[in-house]
């Protein structure tokens, strides 16, 4: 199992050996810094921490500060802006410190991509749920994109948990699963794959191998 993060950068097409037009996503991913590593005597599980994008260090607390430069950080790891956990059960494969660079992913691999998702703020069910709406017919003018009835007054006499209501949209973690590497640039810390991930662009991601792979 292994890991990276990095922000989208956009969509484009590549062409393939075979002549195909391929859409893909890049991914600035990386460099990424190791620092720190859980394990299952310390903590109870096997974890390590990703830290990703050089910042100030008047743009972090003072704890966020500390935890950077605690004993055993060597000191070529700068002050870093995200933290993130990959889970993981070869954690004695890493050391505090270590540097990882898009080219931990080969091409025509395969790895699950999770992002927040764009934020559509509150929407009705016909956007939120694709619910039909009303007659445009009849003398029905102002119940267009109701949702209509929700339930019934005397059984059960409520809503059920769960009901599609008009509510807030978007901006929810969303993992894209099994998508696949098509370029790997370490020079310039890029990596492509087929396919669309969540988020807008320039949005956080986290890269993990592919739990299914196929």
């Given at each position: ?30 460099p990424c ?15 390590i ?10 743009r ?9 430069k ?61 619910f039909?709406g ?25 809503l ?13 973690p ?41």
């Amino acid at each position: 199992m292994k890991g990276i993060l990095g922000r989208k950068v956009g969509m484009t097409q590549l062409l393939t050996e075979k002549g195909e037009v391929v859409p893909v996503t890049v991914i600035e991913a990386g460099p990424c810094y190791v620092t720190q590593i859980k394990t299952v005597e310390s903590d109870g599980y096997a974890a390590i921490q990703l830290g990703f994008e050089q910042t100030r260090q008047r743009r972090l607390t003072k704890g966020q500060i500390g935890h950077l430069k605690r004993r055993g950080m060597p000191r070529e790891v700068p002050l870093l802006r995200v933290l993130r956990e990959v889970r993981l059960r070869n954690v004695e494969d890493y050391h505090l410190g270590q540097k990882i660079m898009a080219d931990i992913f080969n091409t025509h691999e395969r790895v699950d991509v999770q992002g927040i998702s764009k934020g559509r703020g509150f929407q009705g069910g016909v956007k939120r749920y694709g619910f039909r709406g009303g007659p445009r017919t009849h003398g029905q003018s102002d119940r267009l994109r109701a949702p209509g009835a929700s339930s019934s007054g005397t059984t059960p006499g409520r809503l059920y948990k769960g009901k599609r209501m008009a509510g807030h949209m978007g901006n929810v973690p969303v993992t894209i699963a099994n998508l696949r590497v098509v370029l790997v640039d370490p020079e310039r810390n890029l990596l492509a794959v087929r396919g669309a991930v969540p988020g807008p662009r320039g949005g956080l991601l986290l890269i993990t191998e592919a739990r299914k792979q196929g």
